[in-house]
């Protein structure tokens, strides 16, 4: 059974940083692509940003230069670098394994985190 555990969200005033991890286990990373997703009140999940197999990366607009993804296979763990936060970055955020269909990424598991809050605002 795959577990999806992430830390490191909370209260954090406009402009400032956080450091996001997730931590997997039932699953080894390092040959999937993984993925960090927001869910603002009121709105659909969305993926912000994308780590593939071989650590090339990929951001939703709204975050590029701002937010930096990266892995840690040996310790089955992913991290999501804010800097420069926003009030519209506010959101639960959550991480899952991606599997790839055409284009687009998706959710390869259904079995969600119980995602980490964040929240800015001074």
């Known amino acids: 059974q795959v577990q999806l555990v992430e830390s490191g969200g909370g209260l954090v005033q406009p402009g400032g940083s956080l450091r996001l991890s997730c931590t997997t286990s039932?699953?080894?990373?390092?040959?999937?692509?993984m993925g960090w997703y927001r869910q603002a009140p009121g709105k659909e999940r969305e993926l912000v940003a994308v780590?593939?197999?071989?650590?090339?990366?990929n951001y939703a607009d709204s975050v590029k230069g701002r937010f930096t993804i990266s892995r840690d296979n040996a310790k089955n763990t992913v991290y999501l670098q804010m800097n420069s936060l926003k009030p519209e970055d506010t959101a639960v955020y959550y991480c899952?394994?991606?599997?790839?269909?055409?284009?687009?990424?998706?959710?390869?598991?259904?079995?969600w985190g119980q995602g980490t809050q964040v929240t800015v605002s001074s």
């Open positions: 780590i593939a197999s071989e650590d090339s990366t």
């Open positions: 039932g699953t080894i990373i390092y040959m999937l692509a």
């Open positions: 899952n394994a991606l599997r790839r269909a055409g284009s687009s990424w998706h959710p390869r598991y259904g079995d």
